[in-house]
């Protein structure tokens, strides 16, 4: 415990704001412009354990209505939302021996891991506030050769684990992505948000999120909703490989489907996430580091109302 808290200290280390270029600004799909969030200091955005409570979720706005046998197999086709046709990269990689392991997400942080569905796709993102969902920029736009996915159809279960929904489902009301992505498609700007109409990361918790100085060697935890397994939450296990500005690569393997999952770790009491899942292969799967355009944006959505 003392070495993951030194590591904190040494690696959490405040992180300079610079002037961010246009494609980092973010657009909404009705128009709005949300206040950007005032950031300073160390870029620490501490998460939130939530209270379990289950027979709270109704008067958090959440629809708690059990699936039926009929609506589990139809979610488990959903064909794993994936970039558009400009973009050369994939969200699957197995990279040698599958090492993924199949999770009973009761518990938190596992719960505020989601299993988002859109449509006729599905994507995986995790919570960051009481109404707020980060997942990948694919997951909400089409990028620059398409438009945004229908608001209607969404619908984001946190802590899925293949049968039950615990902490039930909640509906969106408005997404977000960046300019880079929306306009441009450029991989390096591909993440995203989902508000929600519910408030249930009171119940389910939310990930803490930071722009880590440097991420080499840190812990990596990756859990998310995979399209070549079971329908349920699956976790590897691996450690950053090397980084830059923009990405962080690790050996944790995912599959289509697993787009916007969180990659974390557990430092004692701050479960932080410092990267967004993407894109996989052939050497390594990389996830859009956290950096302090990223921290942000993150910020700046979880505060919009």
């Not at 519910?198 to 399209?227: E, H, M, R, S």
């Not at 939450?233 to 787009?259: A, H, R």
């Not at 799967?285 to 993150?298: H, L, W």
């Amino acid at each position: 415990m003392n070495n993951l808290k030194f590591w904190l200290a040494a690696t959490l280390a405040t992180t300079p704001l610079q002037v961010f270029a246009a494609d980092s600004d973010t657009l909404a799909n009705d128009g709005s412009l949300p206040e950007p969030a005032v950031v300073s200091g160390n870029l620490i955005d501490n998460g939130y354990v939530g209270t379990g409570n289950t027979a709270s979720l109704p008067a958090l706005g959440v629809d708690t209505k059990a699936l039926t046998a009929a609506e589990l197999p139809t979610i488990a086709r959903l064909a794993p939302a994936v970039p558009n046709a400009a973009v050369n990269s994939t969200p699957r990689a197995v990279l040698g021996l599958d090492t993924r392991v199949q999770l009973k997400p009761a518990v938190y942080p596992y719960r505020a891991i989601t299993l988002i569905t859109l449509g006729s796709a599905r994507c995986t993102g995790w919570m960051v506030g009481a109404d707020t969902v980060i997942t990948a920029g694919h997951c909400v736009h089409r990028g620059s050769t398409g438009s945004w996915y229908n608001l209607s159809d969404y619908t984001i279960y946190p802590g899925h684990d293949g049968i039950n929904t615990a902490y039930g489902s909640c509906t969106a009301k408005r997404l977000y992505t960046t300019e880079g992505w929306a306009l441009s498609s450029k991989t390096e700007y591909d993440y995203g948000a989902i508000k929600l109409n519910c408030q249930v990361g009171q119940a389910t918790g939310w990930l803490g999120f930071a722009a880590a100085a440097t991420t080499k060697n840190l812990p990596a935890i990756l859990d998310g909703y995979p399209g070549d397994k079971p329908l349920g939450q699956w976790v590897s296990f691996d450690s950053i490989k090397k980084e830059n500005s923009n990405w962080v690569y690790y050996k944790n393997d995912t599959y289509s489907g697993m787009s916007g999952a969180p990659v974390w770790y557990d430092a004692g009491k701050r479960m932080l996430a410092f990267a967004i899942h993407t894109y996989g292969g052939p050497n390594f799967n990389r996830g859009k580091r956290i950096n302090a355009e990223v921290f942000k944006n993150i910020k700046t959505w979880k505060n919009a109302q």
